[in-house]
């Protein structure tokens, strides 16, 4: 069961209802975030939740039967929408292609990524500066500094950014300079960062773990909101399986669920799904009709010379492809829905 209590209630309005939830031997766990007053309650006997409506410091009640509470769908109507500012946002009915390299490589190569995707009508760009790779002798990012330059040539082109953080003490000298935090696959279950997380007010993608189920990434969602940080997006980057024909086995099937279980936006992340570059249009293309409320793809002008990544990122004729094709697919499935 979720409480959402009103902001400024008195000391006798609470008392009330601490007293019957006491009486009824219910657990909670109060929880503050930026925006909003909770009570999350593990209730194990039939309790009718009509006892709690009425008290006066209860703004709304509702059962949740979830394991996760806070980011399920059960108790929130509207989907959770991401608002960026400077009118961009990531919501439902949309569809928000963001793009850009792997890695962050220089100010030359910003440079030119930068205006393809204003060529694009790209509202945000990712890049890595703090690269997770298999081996320690593979390009690990520029790391702070790559990260100001980047800053720079956004801003300039009211561009946006999404980079990921892979440690509790980055997270303070990327803030100024990030739009969105991007939780890595690896660390979809580094609980101290999602804790971390949950105490800064900027949104956050969280990425299903490599071998993560559904309902792991929702619990790890769950961290990071009932912390309280409520700005969350979740992302679909395929899962590790027996197969090994491609590098990932992207789970389309994650996306309607994932939108069903949860109010909060879901992004595919094709480029690590598929891992193969001539392939990742389809599947991005895939996840629209699945439902998923924006991509996140990987790009380069020349693919093969990457720092990372370079079979999956999208040469710049591929990219153009690519958003000509959402183009029309949102007209014909987003537009005509709503
Ligand atoms: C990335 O986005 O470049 C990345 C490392 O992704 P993932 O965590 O999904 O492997
Ligand atoms: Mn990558």
């Not at 008195?10 to 007053?37: C, M, P």
């Not at 509470?69 to 509207?78: A, I, T």
């Not at 690896?186 to 993560?212: C, H, Y």
């Not at 619990?219 to 491609?246: D, H, P, V």
């Amino acid at each position: 069961m979720i409480i959402q209590l009103h902001k400024n209630c008195t000391a006798k309005e609470r008392n009330a209802l601490d007293y019957l939830l006491v009486q009824n031997k219910i657990k909670t766990v109060e929880i503050n975030t930026q925006s909003n007053h909770y009570l999350v309650c593990i209730v194990t006997k039939e309790f009718d939740i009509r006892h709690i409506g009425n008290l006066a410091c209860v703004k709304d009640v509702h059962r949740v039967t979830d394991s996760y509470k806070l980011v399920s769908r059960q108790w929130k109507v509207n989907p959770t929408k991401i608002d960026l500012g400077d009118g961009v946002v990531i919501q439902e009915g949309d569809f928000t292609l963001m793009a850009g390299p792997c890695s962050i490589e220089s100010e030359a190569q910003v440079e030119r990524i930068v205006k393809e995707l204003v060529k694009n009508n790209i509202k945000i760009m990712r890049g890595g500066v703090y690269k997770p790779r298999s081996s320690p002798y593979s390009f690990r990012g520029l790391g702070i500094d790559g990260l100001k330059m980047l800053y720079a040539q956004c801003r300039a082109h009211s561009i946006k950014i999404i980079t990921e953080v892979m440690q509790v003490t980055q997270i303070r000298e990327m803030s100024d300079y990030v739009d969105i935090f991007q939780v890595g696959a690896r660390n979809t279950q580094n609980f101290n960062l999602l804790d971390a997380l949950g105490e800064i007010d900027k949104p956050v993608m969280i990425k299903r773990g490599i071998s993560g189920t559904i309902d792991e990434l929702l619990q790890s969602a769950e961290y990071i909101f009932s912390a309280g940080n409520e700005k969350l997006i979740l992302c679909e980057r395929g899962i590790r399986t027996f197969e090994n024909a491609y590098r990932n086995t992207f789970d389309i099937n994650a996306i309607p669920i994932l939108k069903e279980k949860s109010h909060l936006p879901v992004i595919a992340d094709p480029s690590h799904g598929i891992g193969i570059r001539k392939h990742v249009e389809k599947i991005t293309l895939a996840s629209l009709v699945a439902g998923a409320d924006g991509a996140i793809v990987e790009i380069h002008y020349e693919p093969e010379k990457a720092y990372s990544d370079g079979q999956q990122n999208l040469s710049f004729e591929e990219f153009r492809s690519l958003v000509k094709k959402v183009n029309v697919l949102v007209e014909l499935f987003l537009k005509m829905e709503s």
